[in-house]
């Protein structure tokens, strides 16, 4: 990436990020400062959100130093495989909050398998599309993709979290589409997937 893209990206990134606080502070002010669940802390919230805040710098930080083009064929599978076997956990012993099975605990820490198949769904389909190049406009070729794709969604689908499998399918088509691939392959995945919706 060129030095003043990278520049942008990162005014970008702390522009949302401090939005964010903001938004968190005034949407939580009223409740934390008037309940002692939260010790009567009007910033309970956002002191919260800014260390993740930060952390998600630190981790920006990081990401900047890996050479993603040197490691990206040897992580984005593993990386992928490494997702579903959480989203498995999830369902399998994650807590049962209103009804729905979405966090894992691990360390004291809660988070979401599924907001992280995101980054692991578009890590992976750069590293198979680069690879498959002008062979992506063969179906049979991108049946890999689709396999673990359709795991992805149907383990999300069943915390449930309808909203963001199709948040999910939704990145996953607009790289195909993206890379070339056959407009009648995306429009009948995509009437499949919504009748797949529609029936469940």
Known sequence: MKKGNEYWVLIIALSLGMLGLLMVFSSSLVMTASSSDFGSDPYFFVKRQ???????????M??????????????????LSFNI??????LLIGPEINGAHRW??????????AELTKLAMIFYMADFLARRGEK????TRLLPALVLFGL??????REPDLGTALV?????????????????????MSAAGAMVVVLS
């Open 50 to 60: 800014g260390i993740w805040f930060m952390a998600g710098l630190f981790a920006l």
């Open 62 to 79: 990081v990401a900047r130093s890996i050479d993603l083009e040197k490691w990206r064929p040897y992580l984005s599978l593993p990386f």
């Open 85 to 90: 076997v959480l989203l498995v956990l999830v």
């Open 104 to 113: 894992l605990v691990l360390g004291g820490f809660q988070f979401q398998p």
């Open 136 to 139: 992506v406009r063969s179906f």
């Open 152 to 157: 992805c969604l149907i383990l999300i689908e």
């Open 168 to 188: 999910v399918a939704g990145v996953f088509m607009m790289m195909l589409f993206a890379s070339g691939a056959q407009v009648s392959h995306l429009v009948g």
